[in-house]
């Protein structure tokens, strides 16, 4: 046993040998330190640009990896977040190679940078950075609300932030907003747990479709079991489907009441012609344990008495398919797009309805919820100055709260287009300063806002016991005044709560209103937006504070823009907020 051990430890001594003389191992020289050319290469591999950590928690985390490679030797690397030094490293086993992670668990909501610094010994440096983000915590928008899928490049649902389960291959397209939304595909649809949505005598559901007529008969959304095989037997749940021909599609509801299915079939005041009507529809199906209904871009199509849902045997919740569970009547795929999926575990009246799907049209929606966000866009507003939040003192969450020479911008370039245009917003002023500059979108030039001929601007002006507003707005000379007076006064040091303003722009004539009532309303060429500059909230500047309507350190909140005129009804339901 010795002379075998002997044996094979001589065996390992050549063989390393042979290894080394076939360069198996490389040998190790020394450097010249004058020799270093080059700066550290530094390399960034999480998170990518523009990543973006969605989590309902507060704080988050984030694992940082990185690599650092320079040509001689690696003398110190320092990872920042926002500035500030988080993590540092001296030493390196392997001095031109250095590959670390971080698990940086301090990251608040909105935007961040992540910058690496490498040094080598040479005192050469070189910086990479990283833009990425921390969504704020979802909120339900909606009393009730138990279910949103915004499709937003991923099929996920916001209050759980589960993801849905993928069948087939739907994939994304503009959605009812301009962002992305959901496209169907052959044989595909999503499906989710239905367990904590199939509960209690009231359900609704709200989204927007645009079917794809190729098939002339397509499952929409359902809960519902597998047995038995017709969807007009279904003991439980409930099944949203769509038949017909290529000129004529009518939709229909299905609810299982505890025995089979009572149907919800209105006929013509729920069919379209899709060679004609082929873009966006709202739909909402609302379901009490006395009765049920269906909605179409807002209005009641069909509506009758129902001994209430039951839920017993459900499967999971399937969208933009009747498979697997309601394609007895080969209900299946729904090629067409879907966006903004709401459900919700209450019955929902025609004014909620019609308020989910107004604010759904909108084409900018800022709730100051603890970011500076444009949420239909997800883009942050440029801030000047210093403003902040008062937290949890807004109309719903957290609103702006001004500051000295403080306001936000954002490129007005998707928003001044069109004949139409509208805004919806919250404000309490702070009436330490007499005139102020509220939301305007106005060229730099002329500096007298009277003169600007394109663009508008919403300012206030007065004295501590009498504040006025009015609006201006650029006919392509000059500026159309709305100047109502007293309409439109109020003395703050009464009236010091939060008010409700919306402004309507159409091509014939102008208004605006206050706590829902019209206090100006005229004849109005249509609105110019020739050279105007940047969205500029909560002060007159940059480009409309001629006559020194600067900033509004008062409050706002719930700032939504449309790119339509609203309605005296739909301003109504703005300020109840519908829900």
């Not at 904590?196 to 005598?201: S, Y």
């Not at 942050?380 to 109309?395: M, R």
């Not at 100047?483 to 703050?492: F, V």
């Not at 609203?566 to 907020?577: K, N, P, R, Y």
Request: glycine share 10%.
């Amino acid at each position: 046993m010795k002379t075998y051990n002997k044996l094979f430890i001589l065996a390992l001594i050549l063989f390393a040998f042979n290894a080394c003389d076939q360069n198996y191992i490389d040998g190790i020289s020394a450097v010249d330190p004058g020799a270093d050319e080059t700066a550290p290469q530094v390399t960034i591999n999480f998170p990518p640009e523009g990543y973006e950590i969605q989590t309902n928690a507060a704080i988050a985390s984030v694992d940082i990896d990185f690599e650092v490679r320079d040509d001689i030797e690696i003398g110190s690397i320092k990872v920042n977040i926002d500035g500030a030094e988080i993590a540092s490293y001296s030493e390196f086993m392997d001095y031109r190679v250095a590959m670390r992670t971080y698990t940086y668990d301090n990251v608040t909501t909105g935007s961040h940078i992540l910058s690496v610094t490498a040094t080598d010994l040479d005192g050469k440096t070189t910086t990479a950075t990283v833009n990425f983000a921390k969504s704020p915590p979802y909120v339900p928008q909606y009393e009730g609300e138990i279910f949103y899928m915004p499709f937003n490049n991923e099929f996920r649902e916001m209050n759980s932030l589960q993801l849905a389960t993928k069948v087939g291959n739907p994939t994304f397209a503009d959605g009812i907003q301009g962002g992305p939304g959901y496209l169907g595909a052959a044989e595909s649809y999503l499906t989710f747990p239905s367990a904590a949505l199939a509960q209690g005598e009231e359900f609704s559901a709200s989204f927007w479709l645009k079917i794809d007529a190729s098939d002339t008969r397509a499952g929409i959304l359902s809960i519902a079991p597998v047995e038995p095989g017709s969807p007009s037997d279904k003991p439980s749940g409930f099944g949203f489907i769509r038949e017909g021909s290529g000129t004529s599609q009518k939709f229909l509801l299905l609810v299982g009441n505890g025995t089979n299915a009572s149907w919800f079939n209105p006929g013509a005041p729920a069919t379209i012609d899709p060679t004609v009507q082929n873009g966006w529809i709202h739909f909402a199906i609302s379901i009490s344990a006395t009765e049920a209904a269906f909605y179409m871009n807002g209005e009641q199509v069909s509506q009758g008495e129902f001994p209430g849902i039951d839920w017993s045997d459900v499967g999971p919740l399937s969208i933009m398919s009747g498979e697997p569970n309601f394609a007895g009547w080969d209900h299946k795929t729904e090629k067409g797009k879907m966006d903004e999926l709401r459900l919700f575990n209450k019955a929902l009246t025609q004014d909620e309805v019609k308020t989910i799907m107004l604010k759904e049209q909108a084409a900018f929606y800022m709730d100051f919820n603890g970011d500076y966000k444009d949420n239909i866009t997800s883009t942050d507003a440029t801030v000047v100055g210093s403003p902040s939040f008062s937290y949890g003192n807004g109309i719903s969450g957290d609103s702006y709260l001004g500051a000295t020479e403080s306001y936000l911008t954002f490129p007005s370039d998707a928003l001044a287009q069109g004949e139409e245009f509208s805004t919806s917003f919250w404000l309490k002023i702070d009436p330490s300063d007499t005139r102020a500059g509220i939301i305007n979108i106005a060229p730099a030039e002329p500096g007298s806002p009277s003169d600007k001929p394109s663009g508008f601007g919403f300012i206030r002006e007065g004295n501590e016991t009498s504040q006025k507003f009015l609006l201006l707005v650029g006919n392509g000379t000059n500026a159309s005044w709305f100047n109502p007076g007293s309409p439109a006064t109020i003395d703050p040091t009464v009236q010091n709560g939060w008010i409700h303003f919306a402004i309507s722009i159409s091509s014939t004539e102008a208004a605006f209103y206050m706590d829902g009532k019209q206090v100006s309303q005229g004849e109005f060429p249509g609105i110019d937006w020739s050279d105007v500059g940047p969205l500029s909230i909560m002060s007159g500047d940059p480009n409309f504070s001629g006559w020194n309507h600067k900033t509004e350190k008062g409050q706002m909140d719930d700032l939504y823009i449309f790119k339509k005129a609203l309605s005296a009804e739909e301003v109504t339901l703005m300020m109840q907020d519908g829900l």
